[in-house]
């Protein structure tokens, strides 16, 4: 059964995607094969260039070709302000906010007991050296309002304490265009607490 | 920004697999650089061994390296027994349960009309001739018991009608290990109309 194994094989490789189980791997597969082999090679190509250049800024950890990502070149940032984010998707949102002119530090995950995941695990050393360079003057902990988001904000905090470095936190509060009634009881609780004047 | 775009490509990449949207994509591209560029690379040859290799059984349509699928030449399948199914997975479903020793018909696909998928989309002139070869005497429609699955098996069973072919569907019924509280009414209903002895 040599096509079954090719199918097997593209089946079992593409149920090594986080989120994707046997059933999903199989429906992609046969999609792929059945209606887009031209995406199928495209997917190929996309992953092997990936997988083979990019590699991680050697001053804030994000995802990038160079020895240094662009971000961190660019003189136009505004380098008193350090903002550290789990992820290049999150870099990504806080960024497309246009908000943030500052520059960043990638964790590229989160303190996770459970998972094993340790402050090492996240380059807080690393973290540790660039917030006490002299012209960091703040450090934004955007990590996720997550349980584990959370308490990696703790610990960063805790970490980077210093003489003259501010160490702020992105505000809790309740979304833009939610409505109360469907708000969860922690967030509305969260922004009472931090209500500003209007 | 050359990382971004190949990370972009390998997202944009990624969200043409069939339920997966921007998000999971982002997710999925973090995954595999992040933590198995190993998979990613396994994957990208799956891909392209698979779309370069991969191609339909001239007899039953499904997905073969060769020019006639290793189920069409086995000598032992019981040619009078022509089952009908969907899609290779489908097959493969059946196949599993070993209480099947006829041969296939493939349809890699169903009768959509939402979908613009007719049935010349199905192959229904290549199935009715094959059908209509004289060692068939049953086609069992194995189509899904859903709308289009349902229309689909309705359609074939009148196009392949003729002297001496049996045409059966498979059962529909309660399913094993289900309590009927838990089971929806229209299969409790087709279960009590195709009632058999005890």
């Known amino acids: 059964m040599r096509a079954q194994s090719a199918l097997d094989g593209l089946v079992e490789a593409l149920r090594r995607l986080p989120g994707v189980g046997v059933k999903s791997a199989s429906r992609m597969a046969f999609h792929l094969l059945q209606h887009d082999r031209e995406g199928a090679l495209r997917l190929a190509r996309a992953l092997q260039e990936a997988a083979e250049s990019v590699r991680h800024c050697a001053r804030c950890h994000t995802f990038t070709l160079d020895e240094i990502c662009e971000t ?3 003189p136009r940032r505004d380098a008193s302000r350090l903002c550290v984010v789990e992820t290049p998707a999150d870099q990504s949102a806080m960024e497309r906010t246009a908000a943030f002119q500052g520059q960043y ?18 380059g807080i050393q690393k973290l540790r050296e660039r917030a006490n360079e002299p012209s960091v003057r703040e450090v934004i902990l955007a990590t996720n309002f997550t349980a584990e988001g959370e308490a990696t904000a703790h610990v960063l905090s805790e970490a980077l304490k210093r003489e003259g470095l501010t160490i702020t936190r992105l505000a ?5 265009g939610s409505e109360l009634e469907y708000v969860d009881l922690g967030t509305i609780a969260h922004a009472l607490a931090d209500r500003r004047s209007a």
């Open 105 to 122: 530090f990638v964790l590229m995950g989160r303190i996770s007991p459970l998972d094993g995941w340790g402050p090492n695990d996240i």
């Open 72 to 74: 961190c070149l660019d």
């Open 172 to 176: 809790r509060g309740v979304p833009i």
